[in-house]
T-cell receptor, first 116, second 110 residues
Protein backbone atom coordinates (compact mmCIF):
# COMPACT_ATOMS: atom_id res chain seq x y z
CA UNK A 1 0.00 0.00 0.00
CA UNK A 2 0.82 3.74 0.05
CA UNK A 3 2.02 4.02 -3.53
CA UNK A 4 2.66 7.37 -5.17
CA UNK A 5 3.20 7.74 -8.91
CA UNK A 6 4.56 10.57 -11.00
CA UNK A 7 4.15 11.28 -14.66
CA UNK A 8 6.15 11.77 -16.74
CA UNK A 9 9.33 10.19 -15.41
CA UNK A 10 11.44 12.22 -17.84
CA UNK A 11 10.65 15.28 -19.89
CA UNK A 12 12.69 17.48 -22.19
CA UNK A 13 11.27 20.84 -23.16
CA UNK A 14 12.44 23.94 -24.91
CA UNK A 15 13.20 27.15 -23.08
CA UNK A 16 10.10 29.32 -22.75
CA UNK A 17 7.58 26.50 -22.80
CA UNK A 18 5.56 25.12 -19.90
CA UNK A 19 5.53 21.58 -18.59
CA UNK A 20 3.13 19.83 -16.24
CA UNK A 21 4.08 17.08 -13.82
CA UNK A 22 1.43 14.91 -12.19
CA UNK A 23 1.61 13.28 -8.78
CA UNK A 24 -0.97 10.65 -7.83
CA UNK A 25 -1.62 8.66 -4.69
CA UNK A 26 -2.78 5.31 -6.03
CA UNK A 27 -4.21 3.51 -3.04
CA UNK A 28 -4.87 6.14 -0.42
CA UNK A 29 -6.32 9.59 -0.01
CA UNK A 30 -3.70 12.27 0.41
CA UNK A 31 -4.85 15.37 2.22
CA UNK A 32 -1.43 16.93 1.82
CA UNK A 33 1.06 16.69 -1.02
CA UNK A 34 4.57 18.08 -1.12
CA UNK A 35 6.81 19.08 -4.00
CA UNK A 36 10.58 18.87 -3.70
CA UNK A 37 13.40 19.77 -6.06
CA UNK A 38 16.80 18.10 -6.11
CA UNK A 39 19.83 19.45 -7.94
CA UNK A 40 22.76 17.12 -8.71
CA UNK A 41 24.60 16.01 -5.59
CA UNK A 42 22.34 18.17 -3.46
CA UNK A 43 19.65 17.38 -0.97
CA UNK A 44 15.93 17.54 -1.57
CA UNK A 45 14.59 21.02 -1.03
CA UNK A 46 10.93 21.55 -0.25
CA UNK A 47 9.30 23.85 -2.79
CA UNK A 48 5.70 23.91 -1.64
CA UNK A 49 3.04 22.18 0.38
CA UNK A 50 -0.45 21.74 -0.99
CA UNK A 51 -3.64 20.75 0.76
CA UNK A 52 -6.57 19.44 -1.20
CA UNK A 53 -8.90 22.23 -2.23
CA UNK A 54 -6.77 25.11 -1.03
CA UNK A 55 -3.89 27.20 -2.28
CA UNK A 56 -0.38 25.87 -1.96
CA UNK A 57 2.07 27.26 0.56
CA UNK A 58 5.39 28.05 -1.06
CA UNK A 59 8.80 28.04 0.59
CA UNK A 60 10.86 31.18 0.67
CA UNK A 61 12.55 31.84 -2.64
CA UNK A 62 10.16 29.72 -4.71
CA UNK A 63 8.19 31.77 -7.24
CA UNK A 64 4.53 30.84 -7.04
CA UNK A 65 3.77 32.33 -10.46
CA UNK A 66 6.47 30.19 -12.04
CA UNK A 67 5.71 26.94 -10.26
CA UNK A 68 1.94 26.54 -10.35
CA UNK A 69 0.57 23.87 -8.03
CA UNK A 70 -2.94 22.48 -8.18
CA UNK A 71 -4.32 19.94 -5.73
CA UNK A 72 -7.83 19.46 -7.04
CA UNK A 73 -8.57 16.06 -5.54
CA UNK A 74 -7.43 13.80 -2.73
CA UNK A 75 -5.40 11.70 -5.16
CA UNK A 76 -3.91 14.20 -7.60
CA UNK A 77 -1.60 17.18 -7.45
CA UNK A 78 0.06 18.85 -10.42
CA UNK A 79 3.12 21.05 -10.70
CA UNK A 80 3.37 23.24 -13.78
CA UNK A 81 6.70 24.86 -14.55
CA UNK A 82 5.82 27.91 -16.61
CA UNK A 83 8.16 29.60 -19.06
CA UNK A 84 10.86 27.07 -18.25
CA UNK A 85 14.52 28.04 -18.39
CA UNK A 86 17.64 25.84 -18.38
CA UNK A 87 18.20 26.64 -14.70
CA UNK A 88 14.87 24.94 -13.95
CA UNK A 89 16.40 21.65 -15.07
CA UNK A 90 16.27 19.43 -12.02
CA UNK A 91 14.78 16.33 -10.46
CA UNK A 92 11.31 17.02 -9.10
CA UNK A 93 9.86 14.64 -6.50
CA UNK A 94 6.45 14.69 -4.91
CA UNK A 95 5.29 13.08 -1.71
CA UNK A 96 1.92 12.56 -0.12
CA UNK A 97 0.63 12.15 3.40
CA UNK A 98 -2.07 9.61 4.13
CA UNK A 99 -5.02 11.35 5.77
CA UNK A 100 -4.91 8.73 8.52
CA UNK A 101 -1.36 9.63 9.43
CA UNK A 102 -0.33 13.20 8.94
CA UNK A 103 3.34 12.56 9.63
CA UNK A 104 4.55 9.85 7.28
CA UNK A 105 5.18 10.89 3.70
CA UNK A 106 5.24 8.52 0.75
CA UNK A 107 7.42 9.56 -2.15
CA UNK A 108 6.92 9.31 -5.87
CA UNK A 109 9.66 8.08 -8.21
CA UNK A 110 10.54 11.58 -9.40
CA UNK A 111 10.52 13.46 -12.70
CA UNK A 112 13.71 14.46 -14.48
CA UNK A 113 13.15 17.80 -16.23
CA UNK A 114 15.64 19.01 -18.80
CA UNK A 115 15.14 22.42 -20.35
CA UNK A 116 17.13 23.03 -23.54
CA UNK B 1 16.20 27.06 11.43
CA UNK B 2 16.56 23.30 11.34
CA UNK B 3 19.67 22.02 9.57
CA UNK B 4 20.54 18.40 8.90
CA UNK B 5 24.12 17.28 8.34
CA UNK B 6 25.31 13.88 7.18
CA UNK B 7 28.81 12.57 7.60
CA UNK B 8 30.62 11.22 5.69
CA UNK B 9 29.53 12.55 2.30
CA UNK B 10 30.88 9.42 0.63
CA UNK B 11 32.03 6.03 1.83
CA UNK B 12 33.62 3.04 0.09
CA UNK B 13 33.85 -0.32 1.80
CA UNK B 14 34.51 -3.93 0.77
CA UNK B 15 31.66 -6.38 0.84
CA UNK B 16 30.91 -7.87 4.23
CA UNK B 17 31.89 -4.90 6.35
CA UNK B 18 29.63 -3.42 8.99
CA UNK B 19 29.29 0.34 8.68
CA UNK B 20 27.74 3.36 10.34
CA UNK B 21 26.30 6.44 8.70
CA UNK B 22 25.84 9.56 10.78
CA UNK B 23 23.18 12.24 10.80
CA UNK B 24 22.95 15.29 13.05
CA UNK B 25 20.28 17.95 13.35
CA UNK B 26 20.31 21.33 15.06
CA UNK B 27 16.82 21.53 16.58
CA UNK B 28 15.72 18.66 18.80
CA UNK B 29 12.02 19.56 18.49
CA UNK B 30 11.17 16.93 15.88
CA UNK B 31 8.26 14.56 15.37
CA UNK B 32 10.30 11.84 13.77
CA UNK B 33 13.43 11.02 11.80
CA UNK B 34 13.55 8.93 8.65
CA UNK B 35 16.28 7.24 6.70
CA UNK B 36 15.83 6.87 2.96
CA UNK B 37 17.72 5.18 0.18
CA UNK B 38 18.06 6.79 -3.23
CA UNK B 39 19.48 5.02 -6.24
CA UNK B 40 20.96 7.19 -9.05
CA UNK B 41 18.23 9.02 -10.95
CA UNK B 42 15.50 7.43 -8.87
CA UNK B 43 13.08 8.42 -6.17
CA UNK B 44 13.27 7.67 -2.47
CA UNK B 45 12.76 4.40 -0.70
CA UNK B 46 11.89 4.71 2.96
CA UNK B 47 14.10 2.45 5.08
CA UNK B 48 13.29 3.26 8.68
CA UNK B 49 11.18 5.80 10.54
CA UNK B 50 11.88 6.55 14.19
CA UNK B 51 9.27 8.44 16.14
CA UNK B 52 10.56 11.09 18.54
CA UNK B 53 9.63 8.92 21.52
CA UNK B 54 11.61 5.95 20.20
CA UNK B 55 15.32 5.23 20.43
CA UNK B 56 15.81 2.80 17.59
CA UNK B 57 14.23 0.84 14.78
CA UNK B 58 15.44 -2.30 13.05
CA UNK B 59 14.70 -3.81 9.68
CA UNK B 60 16.73 -6.77 8.53
CA UNK B 61 20.40 -5.75 8.36
CA UNK B 62 19.57 -2.13 9.12
CA UNK B 63 19.39 -0.52 12.53
CA UNK B 64 18.75 3.16 13.12
CA UNK B 65 19.14 4.92 16.43
CA UNK B 66 17.93 8.30 17.57
CA UNK B 67 19.28 10.49 20.37
CA UNK B 68 17.01 13.49 20.24
CA UNK B 69 18.65 15.38 23.07
CA UNK B 70 22.02 15.39 21.34
CA UNK B 71 20.53 15.81 17.87
CA UNK B 72 22.05 12.65 16.42
CA UNK B 73 21.01 9.56 14.56
CA UNK B 74 23.02 6.69 13.17
CA UNK B 75 22.20 4.11 10.53
CA UNK B 76 24.02 0.84 11.03
CA UNK B 77 24.30 -1.53 8.09
CA UNK B 78 25.47 -5.03 8.92
CA UNK B 79 27.32 -7.30 6.50
CA UNK B 80 27.23 -4.85 3.62
CA UNK B 81 26.54 -6.09 0.09
CA UNK B 82 27.16 -4.55 -3.35
CA UNK B 83 23.39 -4.10 -3.65
CA UNK B 84 23.55 -1.68 -0.72
CA UNK B 85 25.40 0.82 -2.93
CA UNK B 86 23.25 3.94 -3.06
CA UNK B 87 22.85 7.36 -1.46
CA UNK B 88 21.37 7.31 2.02
CA UNK B 89 19.39 10.34 3.10
CA UNK B 90 18.42 11.35 6.60
CA UNK B 91 15.39 13.60 7.12
CA UNK B 92 13.74 15.09 10.19
CA UNK B 93 10.14 16.13 10.46
CA UNK B 94 9.05 19.17 12.41
CA UNK B 95 5.57 20.28 11.46
CA UNK B 96 4.52 18.94 8.10
CA UNK B 97 7.79 19.46 6.24
CA UNK B 98 10.72 17.07 5.98
CA UNK B 99 14.18 18.61 6.20
CA UNK B 100 16.79 16.53 4.40
CA UNK B 101 20.52 16.16 4.74
CA UNK B 102 22.69 16.00 1.62
CA UNK B 103 23.18 12.28 1.98
CA UNK B 104 25.99 9.77 2.21
CA UNK B 105 26.88 7.99 -1.00
CA UNK B 106 27.86 4.42 -0.21
CA UNK B 107 29.82 2.16 -2.53
CA UNK B 108 30.24 -1.49 -1.58
CA UNK B 109 32.75 -3.39 -3.68
CA UNK B 110 32.64 -7.14 -4.24
Amino acid sequence: GAVVSQHPSRVICKSGTSVKIECRSLDFQATTMFWYRQFPKQSLMLMATSNEGSKATYEQGVEKDKFLINHASLTLSTLTVTSAHPEDSSFYICSASDRRSSYEQYFGPGTRLTVT
Amino acid sequence: KQEVTQIPAALSVPEGENLVLNCSFTDSAIYNLQWFRQDPGKGLTSLLLIQSSQREQTSGRLNASLDKSSGRSTLYIAASQPGDSATYLCAVQAGTALIFGKGTTLSVSS
